[in-house]
């Protein structure tokens, strides 16, 4: 009799377990699909250029800005890995930055950081910068008083000098036509002139 009971007990052990165990197969918890999203964040940079003056020695250009795109803001990074040396200025613009480039134009070692904008649909403007340890900002002369002017005028550099095409409208006798003239640009003690040029195909 106590045999039997005992075998009883064992029967009902062994039962409970094999149903706890079916139980625990079927309450596996189901596995979780993991969905990555890729968000794409907008370049806050809308200009970026990197201009290498010799190996270490650079200057980075670039504008931000949100809302219009004509206004924002622009930043230009010098870094001289060479000598551990790094400077930075930023200031508002008014205008879309197109290109920048740089030049010695006037022949001191010093060089001269160009930033071209749009300042409106098509006339162009320059911001010039001297680096010599620090920056420093050099004016440039504007165009807009010139007689017959409209716009539509490009820089452009030749044989290490900087120019400009200006078109320039003009009536005569009720007869509408365009001459382009050619304004090249001379850099003295921190100073710009121009002088009408013409240049040989």
Do not use: H
């Amino acid at each position: 009799m106590v045999l039997k009971d005992l075998l009883k007990s064992v029967f009902a052990v062994i039962a409970v377990s094999m149903v706890a165990v079916a139980c625990s197969d079927n309450e596996k918890p189901a596995s979780i699909e993991q969905k990555v999203v890729e968000i794409k964040a907008r370049n806050p940079f809308p200009f970026y250029k990197s201009i290498e003056i010799k190996p270490g020695y650079y200057f980075e250009v670039l504008s931000w800005g949100k809302g219009v795109d004509s206004l924002g803001g622009f930043l230009i990074l010098m870094s001289d890995s060479v000598k551990n040396n790094y400077k930075s200025i930023s200031g508002e613009r008014e205008g879309i930055i197109t290109d920048a480039w740089n030049m010695d134009l006037d022949n001191d070692g010093n060089p001269e950081i160009y930033v071209q904008t749009l300042v409106r649909k098509n006339v162009a403007d320059v911001n010039v910068y001297e680096f010599g340890g620090d920056f420093n900002k050099i004016s440039f002369p504007g165009i807009s008083s010139m007689k017959g002017y409209k716009g539509d005028d490009k820089f452009f550099v030749k044989n290490g000098d900087l120019f400009r095409s200006v078109p320039i409208v003009q009536t005569d006798s009720g007869k509408t036509s365009t001459l382009v003239k050619t304004l090249k640009y001379r850099l003295s003690g921190n100073s710009f002139s121009s002088s009408e040029a013409k240049l040989e195909e």
